[in-house]
């Protein structure tokens, strides 16, 4: 399960914490620090621990959503052309036996890329 | 044992016509041999589904009262070809909306007509005795139109090279999204089923020949723009009635900072005369070369990189310098077997029956580059060649000297060799001045990934970087990476000066 963890300047290593005292694996897929925004990093965590993880990042400081959906594919504009499937660093796109699209969005990191690689406009973020 | 045209016309008109898709092809030969598939089947359909820019339509809006002679007009704010009398235009896939520049073009306003959507006609005149009207405002639908013909002048590519990109940054092109360090490749055709592909020496494609084009019953005028057969670059001019068209096999298109475009559906049936048509028709993935080139290097002679195969392209991976590289298509393969198969559809209804051309297309013909008689403006012509640079040991406030005394902000840093290893530039040194730490020497402050230029190279790839990277000055650099001028943004400005050679 993806979770997005939102940390303010200058907190403590929480994600470290949290992996020290719980001993569960925590993935960073993507971190990312902005002078205005502050920090912000998308973990995968193992299902069963999402609730565990989440609440001690919590108690620790930092503000924490659960990524429910990836990237959002409108299947009336896409076209199956496939130019969002190179360019994807987590393998969210393929082609099954008819060469239709499937979207493993559970992969999706948010990255972005294939938004501007879509010639058809069909990939967009939530909300 | 050859079959004439008349009697597979007169197979399909009783229904009793063998259709199969090009894809099926290379299977029934291999299960039957070439007499047998000879016999077996009377028609292969061919398609292909993918971004064709050289696209577009004539439309007549009938007159209007009082009458006007349209000499500019906008179609949802897209320009359209306004130089053919009097309500006739030209609308072209690939224009730009004049207030919706991002995301909407001509290819738009075509799928936008064929969706049966409302379009704003805006027009203006500078009037005349039998024309006296200078202005129009309407809305119109695709059923307003006397005529909505869709001409394109180059469609139907018989491959196209795939791309790559070995610079250090992404590269947004018509061949989509090319990441840096040839971290993808990126291909369109659809191999098998590409019509020309299955007839590269144009016996059957030619003039009069009936096809499939965005869902209507088309037909082929004649050769492609740039049709190049002798390279196997083949290309065709199509025409069909934009109303029989279907956004099933017309999708408008947006590349990310190259602009719209049309993807359209286009096939070809083919009457399976002879033996050679069998050979012909059986071609594999396998069986069609395609060059990978680097779209890195900005000229019209890009290197390749490597030739592969639309097997290998279709694979999902192919190897490049030792590394598994992810390859993707921007046409649209399920999209061009429904094309293929609408078309075989079609045949096995009765609905369309075969011709051969009424005139040939050349196979022997070569494209020529454009003939040029202006040299294009180097960056030589308008660089400062005087200079102020700074050694990478020297220390801040003599950089921030350096700058004043200049009248710059960037200051090419060389090494002791006297070769550029950096740039620092007024807001590394302020940056070093508000935040003072352990930062001592410009070498502490510097950006050392250097965007350079050379003398010899075109002013408009110098922009081309200035622009890409959001900086204001390039080091020019000569083989040895000495640093022998610098490039400001505001130098492009000498091109339009009076006396200047313009651009």
């Given at each position: 399960m993806k979770l997005l963890v939102r940390l303010t300047h200058g907190s403590r290593p929480i994600i470290a914490e949290v992996v020290r005292d719980t001993g569960i694996l925590i993935n960073v897929d993507r971190a990312r620090s902005d002078a205005h925004e502050g920090e912000e990093a998308l973990v995968d965590v193992p299902d069963d621990s999402c609730k565990l993880v989440s609440d001690k990042m919590r108690s620790l400081g930092a503000e924490v959503s659960v990524l429910e959906e990836g990237i959002r594919h409108d299947r009336d504009e896409?076209?199956?052309?496939?130019?969002c499937i190179s360019v994807c660093p987590k393998e969210v796109f393929s082609f099954n036996e008819e060469f239709v699209l499937e979207v493993a969005?559970?992969?999706?990191?948010?990255?972005?890329r294939c938004i501007l690689a879509c010639p058809h406009q069909a990939l967009s973020l939530n909300g | 044992m050859d079959k004439s045209i008349d009697e597979i016309n007169r197979r399909i008109r009783d229904g009793s016509a063998r259709v199969v898709t090009a894809d099926e092809m290379p299977g029934i030969v291999c299960e039957l041999g070439e007499e047998g598939a000879l016999k077996e089947v009377d028609v292969v359909t061919t398609g292909t589904f993918g971004a064709m820019c050289s696209s577009g339509a004539f439309l007549n809006f009938g007159h209007a009262e009082p009458p006007i002679k349209m000499e500019r007009l906008w179609l949802n704010d897209v320009e359209a070809y306004?130089?053919?009398?009097?309500?006739d235009t030209y609308i072209g896939a690939t224009n730009k909306s004049v207030t919706r520049a991002e995301n909407y073009g001509g290819a738009h306003v075509i799928e936008d007509f064929v969706a049966g959507k409302p379009i704003e006609l805006r027009a203006q005149s500078s009037g005349?005795?039998?024309?006296?009207?200078r202005n129009i405002t309407t809305e119109i639908h695709l059923?307003?139109?006397n005529q909505a013909i869709m001409v394109n002048?180059?469609?139907?590519?018989?491959r196209y090279d795939a791309a790559t990109n070995t610079s250090e940054d992404a590269l947004f092109t018509y061949m989509g999204t090319l990441l840096p360090n040839s971290g993808n490749v990126t291909f369109s055709g659809a191999g098998t089923l590409n019509p020309l592909c299955n007839d590269p020496t144009l016996r059957l494609i030619g003039s009069g020949v009936p096809i499939l084009l965005g869902g209507a019953a088309g037909m082929i005028v004649g050769e492609g723009t740039q049709h190049s057969s002798a390279g196997n670059f083949g290309t065709l001019m199509t025409t069909g009635d934009m109303n029989e068209m279907s956004t099933d096999f017309l999708r408008a298109a947006y590349m990310y900072r190259y602009g719209p475009t049309l993807y359209l559906g286009v096939g070809v049936p083919l009457p399976v005369l002879d033996i050679e048509v069998v050979r012909r028709t059986a071609?594999?993935?396998?069986d069609i070369p395609v060059s990978i080139k680097d779209y890195?290097?900005?000229?019209?002679s890009r290197p390749v990189i490597r030739q592969v195969t639309y097997a290998e392209l279709k694979s999902g991976k192919i190897e490049l310098n030792g590394e598994e590289v992810r390859t993707s298509s921007l046409s649209s393969y399920r999209n061009a077997l429904k094309v293929a198969r609408t078309l075989k559809q079609w045949v096995e209804e009765g609905q369309m029956t075969l011709c051969l051309p009424t005139r040939r297309l050349d196979p022997s013909k070569q494209v020529k580059p454009m003939r040029e008689t202006r040299k294009v403006a180097l960056v030589q012509e308008i660089m400062q060649r005087k200079v102020v640079t700074i050694k990478e040991d020297e220390e801040i406030p003599e950089a921030a000297r350096k700058l004043l005394r200049g009248e710059t902000n960037h200051l090419p840093v060389l090494n002791e060799q006297g070769r550029l290893v950096g740039v620092v530039t007024t807001f590394d040194v302020a940056k070093a001045v508000a935040r003072?730490?352990?930062?001592?020497?410009?070498k502490d402050v510097m950006t050392r990934n250097v965007i350079t230029t050379l003398a010899d190279e075109p002013v408009d790839i110098a922009a081309q970087k200035l622009d890409h990277h959001r900086i204001s000055a390039l080091p020019v650099v000569d083989a040895q990476n000495q640093c022998i001028a610098i490039l400001h943004?505001?130098?492009?400005g000498k091109l339009f000066k009076s006396g200047g050679r313009g651009l």
């Open positions: 896409c076209v199956d052309c496939g130019s969005t559970r992969q999706c990191i948010l990255c972005g | 306004g130089g053919i009398a009097a309500v005349s005795d039998c024309y006296p009207r059923d307003d139109l002048p180059r469609n139907a590519y018989q071609v594999r993935d396998e890195g290097v900005p000229s019209r003072p730490g352990r930062q001592i020497t410009v943004a505001s130098d492009l």
